[in-house]
T-cell receptor, first 115, second 116 residues
Framework: GDSVTQMEGPVTLSEEAFLTINCTYT??????LFWYVQYPGEGLQLLLK???ADDKGSNKGFEATYRKETTSFHLEKGSVQVSDSAVYFC??????????????WGLGTSLAVNP | NAGVTQTPKFRVLKTGQSMTLLCAQD?????MYWYRQDPGMGLRLIHY???????AKGEVPDGYNVSRLKKQNFLLGLESAAPSQTSVYFC???????????????FGDGTRLSIL
């Protein structure tokens, strides 16, 4: 079945370090891919998305490229800030018969950035 | 610009009590969802709705009921609360099929529920 696998956390970095959070998926059809972020005490919010192979999503200095050949959508940022401390979720959405439009979620990766 | 609003934000219940969590969205979205979030388990879908008057089961529906009598509201009910239902509950909404599967879900800030 369709699934998403994220690297386990927690990830702890110093400010200005390079960030990679790995995400791989298995899916039939042509999924859209998403990264959501959850700041402490808040709900999830969309960080970026990509809807087809080789698309690059970007927002707030974060980037992720939809790699169909490696079934991956790794999240990267060149220089993290303390304010990036949050939990990051990878998710995929794929057309299903029966009009079932739920997202399939990874388990989340916690990021802590120290000053 | 409210988006998705969940009430209450916190609640403590005793085992066996019942309660209803309310989710309201002002974006005219067709789809609405209820999730629970537990440590190490990510987000799990409880129930969802693809339009007013419709509901469907998600991954973990047992012990919960839902209703979507109005398009903007999606209610989650616990008939007889159990300690295993202690969790953070999130509601989300999304546009309908017009944007295909590219439309993101919009989340509320969550309801923290403890069952003693």
């Amino acid at each position: 079945g369709d699934s998403v696998t994220q690297m386990e956390g927690p990830v702890t970095l110093s400010e200005e370090a390079f960030l990679t959070i790995n995400c791989t998926y298995t899916a039939t059809g042509y999924p859209s891919l998403f990264w959501y972020v959850q700041y402490p005490g808040e709900g999830l919010q969309l960080l970026l998305k990509a809807t087809k192979a080789d698309d690059k999503g970007s927002n707030k200095g974060f980037e992720a490229t939809y790699r169909k050949e490696t079934t991956s959508f790794h999240l990267e940022k060149g220089s993290v800030q303390v304010s990036d401390s949050a939990v990051y979720f990878c998710a995929l959405s794929v057309n299903n018969a029966g009009n079932n439009r739920k997202l399939i979620w990874g388990l989340g990766t916690s990021l802590a950035v120290n000053p | 610009n409210a988006g998705v609003t969940q009430t209450p934000k916190f609640r403590v219940l005793k085992t066996g009590q019942s309660m209803t969590l309310l989710c309201a969205q002002d974006m005219n979205h067709e789809y609405m969802y209820w999730y629970r979030q537990d440590p190490g388990m990510g987000l799990r879908l409880i129930h969802y709705s693809v339009g007013e008057g419709t509901t469907a089961k998600g991954e973990v529906p047992d012990g919960y009921n839902v209703s979507r009598l109005k398009k903007q509201n999606f209610l989650l009910g616990l008939e007889s609360a159990a300690p295993s239902q202690t969790s953070v509950y999130f509601c989300a909404s999304r546009q309908g099929t017009g944007g295909g599967n590219n439309q993101p879900q919009h989340f509320g800030d969550g309801t923290r529920l403890s069952i003693l």
